[in-house]
C-alpha cells in the first residue's frame, strides 16, 4: 500500500471514532433531557438526512478539489455541530448538522482509494477501511458510553479553567467537549493526505445542473448488471446497519436490563465481529467473486431474528460476534465491485455520493420506520423482528435477481467479470 493510504485512514479513524462516540452521547443528551423515546430513534434517520438531500452536489464537489481538503472541510462541519450540540441547539438538530459533515466526507474518504491505488489492491483497501471503521466504532461507542458515565464523567466536570464559566454542567456535555479535539486530530491528518495529482473536475457555474448529471450517473449505475446487484446489496446493508447501533441499545436495555454505558458495549461487540469478517474478506475475496458472498445476506437476516430469545449476555456476546462476521464477509467485496464499476462509469466522488444517496435512503426509510414504531408502542424485539425479515427477504430477491441477469444476460455478465477479473489481476 501506499504511504498515504496509512494517512487516510488514520484521519477515517478518528474522525468515525468522534461520530460513534457522539451518537451515545446524543443519546444521553436526550435521556437526561427528559426528550420523548423516539428522538433517540430518531438520531439515525436525521443524521442520514442530508446524505440523501445533498447527494446530487457532494459528489461533483469531492471531485472539484483535492479530497485531502474535502475531508479537511467537512470535519470543521462535524466541530460546528458538536458545538451547536453543547451550547443549547436541540441534539436532533446538531446532530444533522454533523451528519451534513459526513455527507461531505464519505465521497472523499471511498473516492480517494480509487485515485491513489489500483484496481488490484481496492478489495484490500476496503477491507483495510472498514475494519478500520468497524475497530472505530467499537472504540468510539465504547468511548462514548465512558464518557457519558460516573466515573469519567465526574472526573470531567470536576475540571475548571480559572475565571472561565464554561456552562459545561452535564456529563452528555462534557463528553461533547472531549469529543470535538478527537475531531481535531482527524483535521490535522487531513492536513497530511497527499495529493494523487488526478485531474480535478471543477463544478459547473450552476449547481441545479448537477441534479439531471446525478439522476444520470444514477440511472446508469443501476441499469449496470453488477452495479445493480453491489449496489442494492450494500444499500439493504447498511441501511439495516446504519440503525443496528439503536436497536442494541434499545435490545439491551429490554432483555438484558442494561444502562446506555453497558449498552454501547454490545454495540462494540457487534463490531468486533464485522471487522473480523471484513478483514477475512479482504484477505480470501477477489472483485469477481464478489457477488458469492450473497448467500451470507440471507443468513444474517435469519440469524437477526433469533436475537429476540436471548436474554443471557455470554450467550448474547458470540451470537452478536457471529451476526456482524457475516455482514462484514458480505459487505467489504460488494463495495469494492461497487466502487471499480462506479469508477469505470462515472468517476470516483460521483458514485461513492449515488452509492450514498440509496444507502442513506434507506437508513432514512427504516430509520423512520423505527421511530414511527417506537412511537407508537412497537417493542424492541418487534423491531427486530421486521428488521431480520427485511434483511433475509431482500437478499434472496438480489440474489435471484443476479441469477436472472446470469442466464437472461449471460455475455454481458461475463465480460464485466472478465474486466473485474483483469483488473484485479493487472491494476
Not at 121 to 130: D, H, P, S, T
Request: proline share 4%.
Amino acid at each position: 500500500m501506499k504511504r498515504g493510504f496509512y494517512t487516510i485512514m488514520s484521519a477515517q479513524f478518528f474522525s468515525s471514532l468522534a461520530d460513534n462516540a457522539l451518537f451515545v452521547c446524543a443519546v444521553k443528551l436526550l435521556q437526561t433531557g427528559g426528550a420523548p423515546k423516539w428522538h433517540e430513534a430518531a438520531l439515525i434517520p436525521m443524521f442520514a438526512l442530508f446524505y440523501v438531500v445533498l447527494a446530487p452536489f457532494v459528489g461533483a464537489f469531492a471531485d472539484a478539489l483535492p479530497k485531502g481538503r474535502v475531508m479537511l472541510y467537512s470535519n470543521g462541519i462535524k466541530v460546528a455541530g458538536c458545538l451547536l450540540m453543547l451550547f443549547g441547539t436541540h441534539p436532533l438538530m446538531s446532530y444533522a448538522i454533523v451528519g451534513l459533515g459526513a455527507a461531505a466526507y464519505s465521497p472523499a474518504k471511498y473516492g480517494i482509494l480509487t485515485e491513489l491505488l489500483p484496481a488490484s489492491q481496492l478489495v484490500k483497501a476496503n477491507g483495510w477501511i472498514e475494519g478500520l471503521t468497524i475497530a472505530s466504532i467499537i472504540l468510539g461507542v465504547l468511548l462514548g458510553g465512558q464518557l457519558v458515565g460516573a466515573a469519567v464523567s465526574s472526573q470531567l466536570l470536576a475540571f475548571d479553567f480559572p475565571l472561565i464559566d464554561t456552562g459545561i454542567d452535564t456529563a452528555p456535555e462534557a463528553a461533547i467537549s472531549v469529543l470535538i479535539f478527537v475531531y481535531l486530530i482527524a483535521a490535522w491528518f487531513n492536513t497530511r493526505i497527499p495529493d494523487t495529482g488526478v485531474v480535478m473536475r471543477p463544478l459547473p457555474k450552476s449547481l441545479l445542473s448537477l441534479l439531471p448529471d446525478f439522476w444520470t450517473c444514477n440511472v446508469r449505475l443501476w441499469r449496470d448488471r453488477l452495479g445493480q446487484i453491489s449496489l442494492s446489496t450494500t444499500t439493504l446493508f447498511w441501511g439495516v446497519s446504519g440503525n443496528l447501533r439503536y436497536i442494541v441499545l434499545a435490545w439491551a436495555s429490554a432483555a438484558l436490563g442494561y444502562s446506555v454505558t453497558q449498552a454501547s458495549a454490545l454495540v462494540g461487540v457487534v463490531a468486533v465481529g464485522t471487522a473480523v469478517g471484513a478483514v477475512a474478506a479482504s484477505l480470501r475475496m477477489r472483485l469477481d467473486q464478489a457477488t458469492q458472498v450473497m448467500p451470507l445476506g440471507i443468513g444474517m437476516g435469519l440469524l437477526m431474528i433469533l436475537l429476540i430469545f436471548i436474554d443471557n449476555v455470554w450467550v448474547a456476546a458470540p451470537f452478536l460476534i457471529l451476526l456482524g462476521g457475516l455482514g462484514g464477509f458480505l459487505v467489504v467485496p460488494m463495495n469494492a465491485l461497487l466502487q471499480h464499476r462506479g469508477h469505470n462509469l462515472m468517476g470516483a466522488g460521483r458514485s461513492i455520493a449515488v452509492q450514498n444517496f440509496n444507502e442513506q435512503a434507506c437508513i432514512l426509510g427504516l430509520g423512520a420506520f423505527s421511530t414511527a414504531s417506537t412511537g407508537m408502542g412497537l417493542s424492541a424485539f418487534g423491531v427486530i423482528t421486521i428488521f431480520g425479515i427485511v434483511i433475509a427477504g431482500f437478499m434472496w430477491l438480489i440474489k435471484r435477481w443476479h441469477e436472472r441477469n446470469c442466464r437472461e444476460h449471460a455475455v454481458e455478465v461475463e465480460n464485466l467479470l472478465s474486466i473485474a477479473r483483469n483488473d484485479n489481476t493487472h491494476g
